[in-house]
């Protein structure tokens, strides 16, 4: 079955300091990472895919295969950080589909 | 381009009565996506369709719950018989046509929050 996890449902950490948002998925295949972020009364929007191998905001994400594990990770976190973060796989089995984990609140603590 | 719109942006319904929630993609976009966030809980998908055509209903509620989207006009998320489990938030996405292999991004709508009396 496909499964992406994000074991954090909650998640503080103060100003400044590292932060590490976790996201495990079981899928069949090689799919596709993306990470979305929903800003207070935001719409849900784009943070970063793996395929870009971009850093948003200073967000970065690396893809272990072996682990299946695709963390997003910030070294100096900003109060404007504070949001829900949302690890999506996209798969192709059945379609241009994207499953979307429980996600993790972040709060910046200033 | 608008981006993706949903209306109404809130709906208030009583329990037993029939909601209906529109979702207008972007100008070109064929694929729409259903998701429900429930009170403090995450997003979780409900429907995946094309024009005409459910291509996964996998996270859809085995009764009350259907969806379209048409050949012309907006996708519609029809729940019957609302109840005060219903209550959370419907955020459509779309994203182009094309290949699925694309892996394209998806834009989201502004949501529609339901409340149930």
């Known amino acids: 079955a496909q499964r992406v996890t994000q074991p954090e449902k909650l998640l503080s950490v103060f100003k400044g300091a590292p932060v590490e948002l976790k996201c495990n998925y079981s899928?069949?295949?090689?799919?596709?990472l993306f990470w979305y972020v929903q800003y207070s009364r935001q719409r849900l929007q784009l943070l970063l895919r793996?395929?870009s191998r971009e850093s948003i905001k200073g967000f970065t994400a690396d893809l272990n295969k072996g682990e299946t594990s695709f963390h997003l990770k910030k070294p100096f976190a900003q109060e404007e950080d504070s949001a829900m973060y949302y690890c999506?796989?996209?798969?192709?089995?059945?379609?241009?589909?994207?499953?979307f984990g429980t996600g993790t609140s972040l709060t910046v603590i200033p | 381009n608008a981006g993706v719109m949903q209306n109404p942006r809130h709906l208030v319904r009583r329990r037993g009565q029939e909601a209906r929630l529109r979702c207008s993609p972007m100008?070109?976009?064929?694929?729409v996506y259903w998701y429900r966030q429930l009170p403090e809980e995450g997003l979780k998908f409900m429907v995946y369709?094309?024009?005409?055509?459910?291509?996964?209903e996998s996270g859809m509620p085995k009764e009350r719950f259907s969806a379209e989207f048409p050949k012309e006009g907006p996708s519609i998320l029809r729940i019957q018989q609302v109840v005060r489990g219903d209550s959370a938030a419907y955020f459509c996405?779309?994203?182009?046509?094309?290949?699925?292999?694309?892996?394209?991004?998806?834009?989201f709508g502004p949501g529609t929050r339901l409340t149930v009396l």
């Open positions: 369709l094309q024009k005409e055509n459910i291509i996964d």
């Open positions: 793996h395929i």
């Open positions: 996405a779309s994203s182009p046509s094309g290949q699925a292999v694309t892996y394209n991004e998806q834009f």
């Open positions: 100008k070109g976009h064929s694929h």
């Open positions: 899928y069949s295949g090689s799919p596709e």
């Open positions: 999506a796989p996209g798969v192709t089995n059945t379609g241009n589909q994207f499953y």
